[in-house]
């Protein structure tokens, strides 16, 4: 089994801060890209960021200046740095994953139970 578990979600103002982690855990052999959606209440799940193994990031134009993504193999660990956080980023936040667990098989789709994140005005 492996799991994924974020952290970090809360409430903040508008102009603040927050740093989300997930760590994935578990019989895992290799991780390929990692990435932090949202969905907002009444909206579809939309990828925030990505990263892959080697580093490169993409985000979605919205957050670009304002959030980070990072990633720690050794740790198995996806953070997201989140600043001058707007009221329009509030909703639930999900780790996602692609992780291979056995050497003879492709990687696979894991998710976070998702953790809320809610900015105020």
């Known amino acids: 089994q492996v799991q994924l578990v974020e952290s970090g979600g809360g409430l903040v103002q508008a102009g603040g801060s927050l740093r989300l982690s997930c760590v994935a855990s578990?019989?895992?052999?290799?991780?390929?890209?990692m990435n932090w959606y949202r969905q907002a209440p009444g909206k579809q799940r939309e990828l925030v960021a990505g990263?892959?193994?080697?580093?490169?990031?993409n985000y979605i134009d919205s957050v670009k200046g304002r959030f980070t993504i990072s990633r720690d193999n050794a740790k198995n660990t996806v953070y997201l740095q989140m600043d001058s956080l707007k009221p329009e980023d509030t909703a639930v936040y999900y780790c996602?994953?692609?992780?291979?667990?056995?050497?003879?098989?492709?990687?696979?789709?894991?998710w976070g139970q998702g953790t809320q994140v809610t900015v105020s005005s």
């Open positions: 578990g019989s895992i052999i290799w991780i390929d890209d």
């Open positions: 990263i892959t193994v080697g580093g490169s990031t």
């Open positions: 996602h994953a692609l992780i291979r667990r056995s050497v003879t098989r492709p990687s696979l789709d894991h």
